[in-house]
């Protein structure tokens, strides 16, 4: 038998079982989501609650740790005054103060994403909505 025979053969068998089990996908009975599922909705007071705790708790508890750090670093460096030790505690303290620093500024780009969040869902539906009005006036005839 010849490739090209061979070839014919198993297309035609793949085109016979694929009319013959032929199915349509269907989706999940329940798939989440809608009015009253929390998988899909957006709650503005836990979100203004976690916005709130950033802001009371974990931002000042990140301070405090940082300013701990900065005075027991401090004390080192100073009692180390000449040695490589000071050089590198000191380099460490600097790479440690920036990084504090980064995690504040994360901190508050989240603690404001939190609060924005419900400002952004409204204005997401409505520049949605908009964009299927001119579908909807076909459909009404207008």
């Known amino acids: 038998m010849s490739f090209q025979d061979e070839w014919a053969q198993d297309k035609s068998a793949a085109i016979e079982r694929q009319s013959s089990s032929m199915q349509l996908n269907q989706v999940p009975a329940d798939q989440g989501g809608g009015p009253g599922s929390p998988d899909l909705a957006t709650t503005p007071e836990r979100k203004k609650k976690a916005a709130n705790t950033i802001e009371?708790?974990?931002?000042?508890?990140?301070?405090?740790?940082?300013?701990?750090?900065?005075?027991?670093?401090?004390?080192?460096?100073?009692?180390?005054?000449?040695?490589d030790t000071a050089a590198g505690l000191k380099k460490?303290?600097?790479?440690?103060?920036?990084?504090?620093?980064?995690?504040?500024?994360?901190?508050?780009?989240?603690?404001?994403?939190?609060?924005?969040?419900?400002?952004?869902?409204?204005?997401?539906d409505i520049v949605t909505g908009a964009g299927f009005a001119p579908a909807q006036s076909k459909v009404s005839g207008i």
Request: glycine content about 4%.
């Open 56 to 83: 009371n708790h974990i931002q000042p508890d990140v301070k405090s740790a940082a300013d701990a750090a900065d005075e027991g670093t401090n004390g080192a460096v100073t009692e180390f005054k000449g040695w």
């Open 92 to 124: 460490a303290h600097e790479h440690w103060d920036s990084q504090v620093k980064r995690l504040m500024a994360r901190l508050d780009s989240e603690k404001v994403a939190l609060r924005n969040t419900s400002t952004l869902f409204r204005s997401n």
